[in-house]
Each structure stands twice: as C-alpha cells, then as structure tokens.
C-alpha cells in the first residue's frame, strides 16, 4: 500500500491549493477527485455562472447603446453557442488544476475517497494511507422533497441544458436564485422567482437587499415573495406544471431549485474513522481546520463556515503552511468580502447595518441612490445604491455595501481599506476618481 504525508479527498478549490502548497513544502501529498479537477467553482459554478451574466447583460447593453448612437438589430441569442464556448474555457481550466497539481508532485488519482479507517483511504480499487487527510468535499445542491422534485433542476444541471428554456421558475432568494433568474430574464426567457420569506436575500443589509429585490423586479422578473412551490407534474408536452402555495398553477420548461447546498460527507464513510458532524451535517472543525481526530483535517464548504472559494482557498493555504510549512497561520474570517451577480451585482463588505448596531450600538449610515453617468442618457431607470456602515464612537467603517454596475470590481478595493481598519474621515480624506461610480463612496458627506 502506497503511503503518504497527506491524502486530500476532494479536487476543488480548498483541497488542490492545500495538495499543492503542502506538496510545495516538501510532503508527499496524493488527492483524489470523483468528478473533475476544479471543484464547483471552477466546473459548474462562479466561472460557467460569470459567463452566462455577461451573455445575460448583453441584452440589456444591445438596447442601451442606441442612446449613444449605436444602430444594432440583434436577431437573437444562441445557447448552445454560448453552452459550447463555456465548456471549452472550462476544459481549459480543468487541465490547468490538473497541470498544477501535477507541476507540484502531486499525485492525481480519480475516484471518490472513502475511509477505511483513520489513516486509509479507498480510492477505487486501491487502498493508500497517510499520517494526515484532508477532506475538501465541498457541498452538493438542497432540493426539498416535494412531489414531482424530480422533475425540476438544481445548478449543478443548468449549465448543460440543451436549449434554452423559454420559461422558468426559480426557487429561493440566495445568491444562486437571484443569480440565475437574472441570467434567464437577461437572455429574455419568461422569468420567476418564488421566494418563501418576504425579501430576498436574507442576512444582507436590508436596504441593499430592498434595492436589489426593485431593481430585479423593473427589469421584468416575476417575484413572487412569501410564496413557495408545493408540487411539480410533468406535463404531456414535456413541460412543468408547477403549484404555488397560494393555489397559483403555472406552466413552464424549466424549475430551478437553489435552495442552498448541503455539505458533502454522504459517502465519505466517515464513522470508519471517528470524525464528528455538526448539527447541519458539516464536519467540525476548530480554527485551525482540524477536526475531532487530530490528524484530520477539514476545509471548505464541507465544514459549512464562509461557503466561498476564496475562503476555501484561504483555509487550504492556512492548513498547508501550518502543518506542513513549519509557518503556523489561521484563517482570518472576519470583513470577507463577497458579490452576488445579479443583475445589477451586489457587493459587501463587513457588517449590515443591523449587524452593526447590534455589535456596536451606536453607529452612523451614509447612503446614497442614483443613475450612474452611463444610463442618463438612456432610458435605462436602473438606480445604483451606496451605503457606508460607521462605528459612532471609533469611526471606524464596519460594512460597506453596494448594488450596481461593477459593484464586485468596486467592493474588492473598498475591503482592503476596511480590513486595514480605515476611518470614515480615511474614506472622506481620498481623493475620488472623477467621473465614476466608486467615487461616491469618497463623497458621503451626510448620515442619514
Ligand atoms: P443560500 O443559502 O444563499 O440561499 C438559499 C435560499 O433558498 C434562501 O433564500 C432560503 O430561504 C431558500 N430555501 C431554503 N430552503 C428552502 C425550502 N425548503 N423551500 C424554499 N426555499 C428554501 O444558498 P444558495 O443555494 O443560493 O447558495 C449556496 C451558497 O453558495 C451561498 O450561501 C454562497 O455562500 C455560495 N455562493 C456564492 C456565490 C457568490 O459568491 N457570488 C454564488 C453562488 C453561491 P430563507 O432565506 O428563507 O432561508
């Protein structure tokens, strides 16, 4: 039996950084993948789902550019081509995982992993062993178990549909959902969301997610909130026959779940080895990422903290440096920041208001609406809104929030600033880059 410092099971973000920089500080490191090198980032999520925004945003970007004098005829929107062209970029990058791992002496095995016991793993038909694991299994899609569930998708399916379907539903008011409706309303299918709570986006700031739920809404989705889906039947033309809760019938192609994603230990056979789950069926770990049995080790959306790649990342490094690298380091969770892609994006850093005020009492909001330069001389009626979320008594910026054109683009230097603990007076004192959207959050001038 082949043995070594380090089995990583799962090949997605947080394992194949943790594979690659323990490999890099000299352990002999083997991972095992039962999909494809990449993980749900890179194959069938945030990468593929960027791509589709953009194909969305075209449209509306066809039809503004006439303001500036463009005269276009579009004649139309070819999924497949787009389809086509994503899975080529994605095969791409498959082999550039596969590629690093490899440059970095680690070597790649193909197979879901199982414990046999605490040190030995079952890839396949081969058994191989360890002084350390590392399980990076990520999550899986969360479809409830309504009748005719069957016959809808998760996001794991809608990036290889075959056509595109004409009129969907889709289910849940997280990032994926409103991603998604915005992509289908974008490419000019027939689009609903059906929300169970009654603004989306729960646990963002409230105002940014009231913005977004107006916006979403004057661009021609159908948002339905407090309302759910209680069955599906196929119809004999092959359609959805969708029921709401408040007795609604609606018939469409295509029903989207994303309703959250559930961490992924089902076949990890983890009771061989003695690892403990939390209550939502995450593997437990402390802060740094090490589980109940000592030399077994967690990261990633499996252990069900910061469900994002760049913390998975983050994790894997921290792992790496410290168990094999001789530099112990943890993770830092705190001011992550993070972008919805919805149309318009949302970006945020730090607390929500309602956070704030519970942690600090006493804090001041600056907020600001308006028509970016770019649509006052279209008809576009989409508003952009800021907010800035301060400490009253150290003046510190806690949160920064954002819901507009490059709102993700803009976010990411705003939380350089707030995680080098920048001061409202920091923000007041930079000097704007005129004229621009970002600009605003120099120029803030009056608390609400
Ligand atoms: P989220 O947890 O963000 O949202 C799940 C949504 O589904 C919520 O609105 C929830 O409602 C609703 N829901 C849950 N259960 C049910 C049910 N039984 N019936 C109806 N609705 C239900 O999950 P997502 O699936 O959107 O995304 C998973 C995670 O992946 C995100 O939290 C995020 O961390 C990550 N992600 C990040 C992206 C990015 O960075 N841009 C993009 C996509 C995903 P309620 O609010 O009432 O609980």
């Known amino acids: 039996m082949q043995h070594y410092d380090l089995i990583v099971i799962g090949g997605g973000s947080g394992g194949v950084r943790a594979a690659r920089i323990s490999a890099g500080h000299g352990a002999k490191v083997a991972i095992c993948e039962e999909f494809r090198y990449g993980g749900t980032c890179v194959i069938r999520g945030c990468v593929p789902k960027k791509m589709m925004v953009y194909a969305a945003h075209y449209h509306e970007d066809f039809h503004d550019s006439q303001f500036y004098g463009w005269d276009v005829s579009v004649n139309g929107f070819d999924w497949s081509t787009l389809i086509r062209n994503k899975d080529t970029e994605i095969d791409r990058l498959n082999g550039i995982y596969e590629n690093l791992l490899k440059n970095a002496g680690v070597e790649i095995l193909h197979g879901s992993g199982q414990f046999i016991d605490a040190n030995t793993i079952q890839v396949g038909e081969q058994e191989i062993s360890a002084d350390k694991i590392l399980i990076a299994t990520g999550g899986t899609p969360f479809m409830p178990a309504i009748p005719g569930i069957e016959y809808a998708i998760s996001s794991n399916e809608i990036f290889h549909l075959e056509q595109q379907p004409m009129s969907a539903i889709v289910v849940g008011g997280g990032y994926i959902a409103v991603e998604f409706a915005g992509i289908l309303n974008g490419m000019n299918s027939d689009t609903h969301l059906i929300y169970r709570g009654e603004q989306i986006l729960r646990g963002f700031d409230d105002e940014v997610a009231k913005h977004l739920q107006e916006e979403i809404v004057k661009k021609g989705i159908d948002l339905r909130t407090d309302t759910n889906v209680t069955a599906?039947?196929?119809?004999?033309?092959?359609?959805?026959?969708?029921?709401?809760?408040?007795?609604?019938?609606?018939?469409?192609?295509?029903?989207?779940?994303?309703?959250?994603?559930?961490?992924?230990?089902?076949?990890?056979?983890?009771?061989?080895?003695?690892?403990?789950?939390?209550?939502?069926?995450?593997?437990?770990?402390?802060?740094?990422?090490?589980?109940?049995?000592?030399?077994?080790?967690?990261?990633?959306?499996?252990?069900?903290?910061?469900?994002?790649?760049?913390?998975?990342?983050?994790?894997?490094?921290?792992?790496?440096?410290?168990?094999?690298?001789?530099?112990?380091?943890?993770?830092?969770?705190?001011?992550?920041?993070?972008?919805?892609?919805?149309?318009?994006?949302?970006?945020?850093?730090?607390?929500?208001?309602?956070?704030?005020?519970?942690h600090y009492g006493e804090v001041d909001t600056y907020t600001s609406s308006f028509r970016v330069l770019k649509h006052t001389i279209t008809d576009n009626t989409e508003r952009t809104m800021m907010k800035l979320v301060v400490d009253a008594t150290s003046n510190k910026v806690v949160g920064a929030h954002m819901v507009g054109p490059d709102a993700a683009e803009i976010m990411q230097g705003i939380a350089i600033a707030i995680k080098a603990g920048a001061t409202k007076a920091d923000f007041d004192a930079t000097v704007g880059i005129h004229p621009s959207t970002a600009e605003e959050f120099c120029t803030m001038r009056n608390k609400d």
């Open 232 to 358: 599906i039947e196929l119809t004999s033309e092959g359609r959805r026959k969708v029921t709401l809760t408040d007795g609604t019938l609606l018939e469409v192609d295509c029903v989207l779940f994303a309703t959250g994603r559930a961490p992924n230990t089902g076949d990890l056979n983890l009771g061989a080895a003695g690892v403990e789950l939390g209550a939502k069926g995450e593997i437990r770990v402390n802060k740094e990422s090490q589980t109940n049995i000592e030399h077994i080790f967690a990261v990633g959306d499996v252990t069900d903290r910061i469900a994002l790649t760049p913390v998975a990342t983050m994790e894997g490094h921290a792992f790496a440096d410290t168990v094999f690298g001789n530099k112990p380091r943890l993770a830092d969770h705190s001011n992550v920041p993070s972008a919805v892609f919805s149309q318009p994006p949302v970006g945020s850093v730090g607390l929500s208001e309602s956070e704030a005020r519970n």
